[in-house]
């Protein structure tokens, strides 16, 4: 088995290093560069040891490693939690040519990412996702930002991070549901690009879901290397970068239904079976297509379906977010498994049948 890290660039305006591989915490000060002066982490409670530990790492290369622990999850990503974390780097005169290192899941890399982003305008980061989500989504393609009381993510930046640090040896202690969270992405990348992804979890779902094996690590190099290809092209979301929300429409409804206490993948999950069941209906999808995302997604244990009686709701919100984007409402959808195009404007009964075909 190869053991030598792997390095994923992407080029362009979001220019930047994804190296992915085990054992990685001791390349993080080469991550950071030598003219670096003083490094902040920005990091949660739970892996409060890990930034320790990184900590010591650091201390033998820069003057001052400074730590901000924020809370977890969606609570790290307000405009109080910042303010600490830019209150920390004033105290400590942080320069331009001082570093940030995000240390925990996507809403860390999130917060950590904006404020690098702020601070005088710009200064050196690195992200070390610490769950599959962030490895494969959050932490790469430098979308930075915080959530208002309005709605999620309305104020931040693209601001792309010098290095992402992906050491799959962290998320040996995470959750199963986590990980299996986490998957809802890695088999988008399939189903939008990649089916070498679909058939690796197909063949053995155990597997592909356990991060000490060579499998797991290959999808996750996988899964970065298309964000990798799409962000490179389209840092901006000024087109293709679009067919990254595959499932996102309703999965981000279906978040906001639950009041953002589900996990990402597993609203992503149901998002991604009704885009399935809307491209068969609207567009050109197989049964044969469809049926694939019923039993990969079912195989990793996610949900296919959502309450029948939910659906004006789901509607009112994604509603909402159309205005917000002062757009129509907008769906990624396949015309087959690594062919996706954005489906616009479709007659609301239609989004109404599709949905009947998912409704428990
Ligand atoms: N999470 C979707 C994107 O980065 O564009």
Same mark, same amino acid.
């Given at each position: ?21 085990? $054992? @990685?915490? &001791?390349? =993080? +000060? ?5 003219? !670096?002066?003083? *490094?902040? /982490?920005?990091? %949660? ?64 890399? $999130? @917060?950590? &990412?904006? =404020? +690098? ?5 710009? !200064?050196?980061? *690195?992200? /070390?996702?610490? %769950? ?65 992804? @679909? ?85 050109? @999808? ?75």
């Amino acid at each position: 088995m190869n053991d030598a890290p792997t390095r994923i660039r992407v080029t362009g305006d979001a220019a930047s290093t994804i190296t992915v591989g085990r $054992d @990685l915490l &001791g390349s =993080v +000060a080469g991550a950071l560069g030598e003219r !670096v002066n003083q *490094v902040l /982490i920005v990091h %949660t409670s739970t892996v409060g040891r890990l930034a320790e530990q990184l900590r010591a790492e650091l201390q033998q290369h820069y003057s001052q490693v400074l730590l901000a622990e924020v809370p977890d999850a969606e609570a790290a990503k307000r405009v109080e939690v910042a303010a600490f974390c830019w209150q920390i780097m004033g105290q400590a005169d942080f320069t331009r040519s001082d570093a940030v290192v995000g240390l925990g899941g996507g809403a860390v890399t $999130d @917060l950590a &990412g904006f =404020v +690098a982003a702020t601070w005088l305008r710009g !200064v050196r980061l *690195v992200q /070390i996702p610490t %769950t599959v989500l962030g490895m494969v989504d959050a932490a790469v393609g430098g979308k930075t930002g915080i959530n208002t009381a309005e709605g999620k993510n309305l104020v931040g930046s693209f601001y792309a991070p010098q290095e992402v640090v992906c050491d799959i040896d962290l998320l040996a202690t995470l959750p199963r549901n986590e990980i299996l969270a986490g998957f809802a992405e890695v088999a988008k990348y399939g189903f939008i690009a990649e089916p070498e992804i @679909l058939e690796t979890i197909e063949r053995d779902v155990d597997t592909a879901t356990d991060p000490a094996s060579p499998e797991f690590r290959r999808l996750v190099e996988l899964s970065i290397g298309v964000k990798a290809r799409v962000v490179s092209e389209d840092f901006r979301e000024g087109g293709l970068r679009e067919i990254l929300n595959y499932g996102h429409t309703l999965g981000h409804a279906i978040e906001h239904a639950e009041r953002y206490q589900w996990r990402h993948g597993v609203a992503i999950s149901i998002g991604m079976m009704y885009a399935a069941e809307l491209g068969r209906m609207a567009g050109q @999808l197989s049964d044969a297509a469809v049926e694939r995302h019923r039993s990969v997604l079912g195989s990793l244990g996610l949900p296919l379906s959502y309450p029948a009686g939910r659906w004006p709701g789901l509607l009112a919100t994604m509603q909402r977010d159309k205005k917000a984007r002062a757009g129509m409402l907008r769906f990624i959808v396949l015309d087959d498994i690594a062919k996706p195009r954005v489906l616009a404007g479709v007659d609301e009964s239609v989004l109404q049948f599709a949905y009947q075909e998912i409704a428990a």
